[in-house]
């Protein structure tokens, strides 16, 4: 029997992996008995801060990612797919149909043994994942601590609020995709110098939520929106709020600044702010929000909020397969693990479940070639600087240099400019990736 705990992205993706491969597998999951600040439900892969799975350019981190985790039959993919809302070129999900299929699969299959329970200190006489996420209960976390040798990491994280779509005054927004890549599928709300202005002064002068730990960091990529509109007054126009490629309908030109929803259920009834996370207390996001234009009537379904997350110092605790170097039977997947976002939590829970399976064979560990995404971001975990390590998400940057063999980037950027430089490098980056995977994973066919 192989115990899996959490059925967040990282546990349901490793459970379904190893129960296809004919595993016995008991999933503990502690919601909604002993439920978190984040989630609502106790079905598995609850999403919490965002519905989108990132950009499907299939030259891109994400869309060689995607397309790694679909060549291993990855089960969050494929429910993902299932399940996708317009997002222009982005992959972004109804939220409740996707947790209700990835439960209703795991639950249906003979190998898994579903039970609603709060594990303090697991039995590692079974192999066993910790896929507890960032908010991990604290007497789990604190046993981690305790059987590492390691003091626990953490870092402040936000939610974005929702608004009913109903609600939403489309005289001022409109719909539209920034430079009309894939479908108008995002509602666009334009606000010119003077609203940008307003907005962001009742932003700054609004109450926020107070920290437990004033010394605890944001992570970069999920900062609060009232955090980047602290670090100056053009921050939000060059971030979530930049209006490039958003021709405003009305006057054929871009706006000063718009800020951006994206739908979140497949009815189509709720939309999210992107970017908008946020530690503003709930009177003050319906005050302040209520001035982005188009949202002056704006109902909220959901507001954002803050949360601490843990995560491990994974150069110090595991090894390019996951498992903890200091304690036998024991692999961490997700953000526990030190990765970042939805995607790379259940790439990394397919990760693992692989190099459980592998232990259980008597095989030694294999982890993945750094030239694919998956690899490189595990290879990341393992041999990043200890003393620096924050979470990541899935980055070509990551990724071992190509050879620029047979690319004249100078005469690409000459006559597509860097765009086309990008997609030159990406498609060889993917190219190679792919050729690396498929290679490994018949290496690792049993002989």
Partial sequence: MIHIIGAGLAGSEAAWQLASRGHKVRLSEMRPQWNTPAHTTGQAAEMVCSNSFKSDDPNSATGILKAELRQMNSLILGCA?????????????????????????????????????????????????????????????????????????????????IVERDS?????????????????????????????????????????TPLHDVDTPYFEACLPIEVMADRGRETLRHGPMKPVGLDDPRTG???????????????????????????????????????????????????????????????????????????SNLWLAGQLSGVEGYLESAAGGLAAAFAVDRATRGLAPSPFPPETVIGSLLHYLAHA???????????????????EEGLDLRALKRTGGTRAVKQAKGEVHRRRALEALTAHLQAAQPK
Wanted: aromatic share 8%.
């Fill in 81 to 161: 797919e299932a399940t996708r809302v317009p997002a222009g070129s982005s992959l972004a999900v109804d939220r409740e149909a996707f947790s209700n299929r990835v439960t209703e699969t795991l639950k249906a299959h003979p190998n898994i043994q579903w039970h609603e329970e709060q594990i303090v200190a697991p039995d590692l006489s079974h192999p066993t994942i910790l896929a507890t996420g960032p908010l991990t209960a604290d007497p789990l976390a604190d046993w981690l601590s305790a059987v590492t040798g390691q003091g626990r990491l953490h870092f402040y994280d936000a939610i974005a609020p």
């Fill in 168 to 208: 939403v005054d489309m005289d001022v927004a409109w719909m539209a995709a920034r430079y009309d890549k894939g479908g108008a599928d995002f509602i666009n709300c334009p606000l010119d110098k003077a609203q940008y202005e307003s907005f962001l002064d009742a932003l700054l002068a609004a109450e926020r």
């Fill in 385 to 403: 600087s200890a003393k620096d390590f924050g979470p990541t998400n899935a980055m070509l940057g990551l990724l071992p240099p190509i050879s």
């Fill in 253 to 327: 030109r871009w706006p000063h600044a718009v800020v951006q929803l994206r739908q979140d259920t497949l009815a189509g009834d709720h939309f999210n702010l992107v970017g908008f996370q946020t530690r503003l207390k709930w009177g003050a996001q319906k005050e302040v929000f209520r001035l982005i234009p188009g949202l002056g009537a704006a109902e909220f379904a959901r507001f954002g909020s803050i949360h601490r997350n843990t995560y491990v110092q994974a150069p110090s605790v595991l090894d390019a397969t996951l498992a903890v170097k200091s304690v």
